[in-house]
């Protein structure tokens, strides 16, 4: 069975945005890049809520063919491995506004689901061999799935800043759910939570 994986990076208060929804005050460093092409390498479907599917598509299909730069953290190997994989992973967009006309270059590795039709569609999707279904980003989205019980592990890079404000990583109190490992990384201050929900 299939499991769908929650990967997200959040601040030491619990902060998944910063004040007006800027990811960009988090500790996104070379740790957070590697984790994120390590779950990628897992995961034969990328699942999203509306706008990170639209911030993505904005940001990655270039990367990967981008002039060097090596003083360019966002053009190192890593990153560019996430761009070729974001490019040819099957996407899932969870959203009732998202039209087909929006999807770019990604238009054939998109299936838009509706709403209504998201739990059902998902859970018969897990049901279904293949490798993990990963969730960037997409806060809303993944607390609704998490509230209706298909979430199967949420992985939290807790970077070292405290925001103050700005968008919770939850949204309502989560469910019960077990520690499976933490891992450091050297040469940074980023610390990895793995949970399994209970």
Avoid: C
């Avoid at 925001?163 to 019960?176: E, T």
């Amino acid at each position: 069975m299939r499991k769908i994986i929650v990967s997200n990076i959040v601040s030491l208060d619990g902060y998944s945005a910063g004040t007006g929804g800027d990811v960009m005050a988090l500790p996104m460093d070379a740790a957070f890049d590697a984790y994120n092409v390590e779950r990628l390498r897992a995961a034969d479907t990328l699942l999203v809520g509306r706008d990170s599917y639209l911030g993505f598509l904005g940001y990655w299909p270039g990367i990967a063919d981008a002039p060097g730069d090596p003083d360019n953290r966002a053009l190192d190997e890593n990153n560019r491995e996430i761009s070729r994989r974001n490019n040819a992973i099957a996407k899932i967009v969870v959203s009732d506004r998202l039209g087909a006309d929006e999807t770019g270059v990604w238009r054939d590795t998109t299936t838009i689901l509706r709403r209504n039709e998201a739990a059902a569609a998902l859970a018969e999707a897990k049901r279904q061999p293949g490798g993990d279904i990963l969730v960037f980003g997409s806060r809303t989205m993944w607390n609704g799935l998490l509230a209706e019980g298909l979430v199967d592990e949420v992985h939290l890079m807790v970077g070292a800043v405290v925001l103050g404000d700005g968008d919770p990583a939850f949204i309502q109190p989560p469910k019960s759910m077990r520690l499976l490992d933490t891992r450091t990384f050297d040469g940074s201050d980023n610390v990895l939570h793995r949970y399994a929900v209970a």
